[in-house]
């Protein structure tokens, strides 16, 4: 089992910068492929990104290609979305997940595949 812990959410301005950390426990963190998730109010919870347990493989939704980088530190448990150039729509509570099944899927990624999910961390663009 996994647990997880969302960090790095704040308010920043268009155009800025936010780098988000999830903090995991549980000795299958390494072999898991690992999302990052958002949900805005009223929305349902969506992909933004993947990467796999050895973090050779990523995967981003479209929006974010060229803004978001996702990374893991398997030593340390750790893994990062770093979010550049951000937009009021990318405004959301942010989630990291851990993907029920192994294996590395080169596609977006949906909710339910995914579980352990942390408390979310708050993401504000101001415009």
């Known amino acids: 089992q996994v647990q997880l812990v969302e960090s790095g959410g704040g308010l920043v301005q268009a155009g800025g910068s936010l780098r988000l950390s999830c903090a995991a426990s549980?000795?299958?963190?390494?072999?898991?492929?690992m999302g990052w998730f958002r949900q805005a109010p009223g929305k349902e919870r969506k992909f933004v990104a993947s990467i796999s347990a050895s973090g050779v493989f990523t995967y981003y939704e479209d929006s974010v290609k060229g803004r978001f980088t996702i990374s893991r530190d398997n030593a340390q448990n750790t893994v990062t979305l770093q979010m550049n150039s951000l937009k009021p729509e990318d405004a959301a509570v942010y989630y990291c997940?851990?993907?029920?099944?192994?294996?590395?899927?080169?596609?977006?990624?949906?909710?339910?595949?995914?579980?352990?999910w942390g408390q979310g961390t708050q993401v504000t663009v101001s415009s």
């Open positions: 997940g851990s993907r029920r099944v192994t294996g590395w899927v080169s596609r977006p990624g949906f909710a339910n595949e995914y579980g352990y």
């Open positions: 549980g000795r299958t963190f390494s072999s898991s492929t």
